[in-house]
């Protein structure tokens, strides 16, 4: 990776805030976008503002100094939680906003900072807010969302932010997951298949039969006997986790009632992943896992994950004829398992450093 370069006017920025409150696939691309940041600012404060959901992969980052969550869902929802937030970030005197996130919302919050330097994208009311806008809306299959993200830090004056999301984990998070695999039947015999069935809405999920079929098949590769799985979910997830269980081959154990933390730990841990265009898809692929990324409608070229033990596999791949008749439609249970199980063989092939 090149050595940064300053922009003119560098040494002015003290106080960088990069507004990211999304889902967990949007804060993974955002990692790269931080680190150059922090290398083009190195003793510069760098503070992201971050959803409940999101705020722990950053948690044990070095680029951000801080993180502030803002749960606009729930608690932090409406008119007067928005000022409250903004008087928040006027106090704090930040030299430079980053609207990573192309919403009205953003750009609001931008020009409440109070900072001379406010950089985002336009196509959205209060775009006209931001001093540097830059052109270029979300065009399908146009680019993947780290090389939009690093626009945005260029435009700050940081380069070399093209780069593959990392996320590092604790040594006490190592060790948790240790003793938690050792207390589920795991050892350095035990092939362990990762399986995360969920996703933001239904019409990304991969049926969970045939996802137990293939994590059963590729259990068995390294011997006659089936390996175990851990099955992942996320709080909405426990039918879809429990329909995976009960259709596998061999040993499973559940990891659907913890902390993301915690679950990042384990899925470090596992031979290959099998996940949705999700959140915990991108999460296994910066954690080194490696990784089949099963995609219906969603738009693989934006957010397929790059990293060389990720393995894309979409309903048209191998069938041209197999595209949605009509937008919005979904046919991602069209896939055969076998395709499932042909990739996780060529993600494993490729490896992964895993932590």
């Known amino acids: 990776m090149t050595e940064t370069c300053r922009a003119p006017g560098a040494s002015t920025i003290e106080r960088i805030l ?16 931080f680190a150059a940041l922090r290398r083009a600012y190195p003793t510069a404060h760098l503070a992201v503002l971050a959803s409940p959901l999101n705020a722990p992969i950053i948690e044990a980052g070095r680029n951000v100094s801080e993180t502030i969550v803002y749960d606009r869902g729930r608690c932090d929802r409406g008119p007067r939680a928005l000022c409250t937030l903004a008087w928040r970030l006027r106090r704090e005197r930040y030299d430079a906003v980053v609207a990573m996130r192309t919403a009205t919302y953003a750009n609001v919050i931008a020009a409440a900072s109070g900072a001379s330097r406010r950089v ?60 938690w695999l050792a207390a589920n039947g795991f050892d350095e015999t035990t092939t362990a298949i990762g399986v995360h069935p969920g996703a933001s809405t239904s019409d990304r999920c991969y049926p969970e039969d045939r996802y137990a079929r293939a994590a059963s098949e590729l259990g068995r590769d390294r011997d006659d006997r089936p390996g175990r799985a851990i099955v992942f979910g996320g709080p909405h997830d426990a039918a879809r986790v429990e329909a995976v269980i009960a259709r596998l081959e061999g040993a ?10 915690r679950m990042m730990a384990l899925m470090a841990r596992v031979d290959v992943m099998l996940a949705n265009d999700s959140g915990p898809m991108h999460i296994a692929a910066a954690l080194g896992v490696p990784l089949v990324a ?17 393995i894309l596999v979409r309903p048209d791949a191998s069938r041209p004829g197999a595209l949605p008749a009509a937008p919005g439609t979904s046919n991602v249970h069209e896939i055969p398992h076998e395709w499932i199980v042909a990739a996780g063989r060529e993600a494993i092939a490729r490896g992964g450093h895993g932590q």
């Open 18 to 33: 990069c507004i990211r409150p999304d889902g967990l696939g949007d804060m993974v691309c955002a990692l790269p976008t």
């Open 120 to 179: 985002g994208y336009a196509g959205k009311p209060g775009s006209r807010w931001l001093s540097t806008a830059l052109p270029g809306g979300h065009v399908r299959g146009a680019e993947h969302e780290i090389l939009r993200n690093a626009r945005l830090a260029e435009a700050l004056g940081a380069t070399s932010a093209d780069a593959d999301p990392v996320i590092a984990l604790t040594n006490e998070e190592r060790a948790w997951a240790a003793d």
């Open 252 to 261: 499973a154990a559940r990891a659907d009632a913890m902390s993301l933390r």
């Open 294 to 310: 099963v995609f219906g409608p969603g738009d693989h070229v934006r957010w397929m994950p790059r990293a060389d033990a990720a």
